[in-house]
């Protein structure tokens, strides 16, 4: 299990006194017992694998979005910590699928589905993200889906 495994690195980090490291599993494991309060289920209970990657993609998600708003702000000394967190994040999640496999998936669904004209741009995004949930970024399933309209 994925929550299990995360709860042993805490302390390997702390022997090996990784405090980069030592914080994102810290905020891995505060986000799991948030999503288990949230769900009405006792916050000492292990999540399942595939919540505990919905957590962790959240949690990268905030990442990005932090050094989007630390560059914009010009605070690279932040954004060099959310890089290394998110980097850490990043090995806990599988790998997404690039750009070109993308496309080819969306093709081929447009085709499936028939949809000629851009109205039905959100009928085919949402049966593409049905498909590629957690296999690919929603920001470039969208920007293939624009770019096809």
Known sequence: MLHEQIKNKIKDAMMAKDTVLLE???AMLSGF????????RKPSEILEDVEALAVITRLSKQRKDSIEQFKKGNREDLVKVEEAQLAILETYLPKMMEKSEVESIVKAKKDELGITDATKKGMLMSAIMKDLKGKADGTIVKEVVDSLF
Do not use: P, Q, Y
């Open 24 to 26: 994102t599993l810290r």
């Open 33 to 40: 017992t948030n999503e288990l309060v949230s769900k009405n």
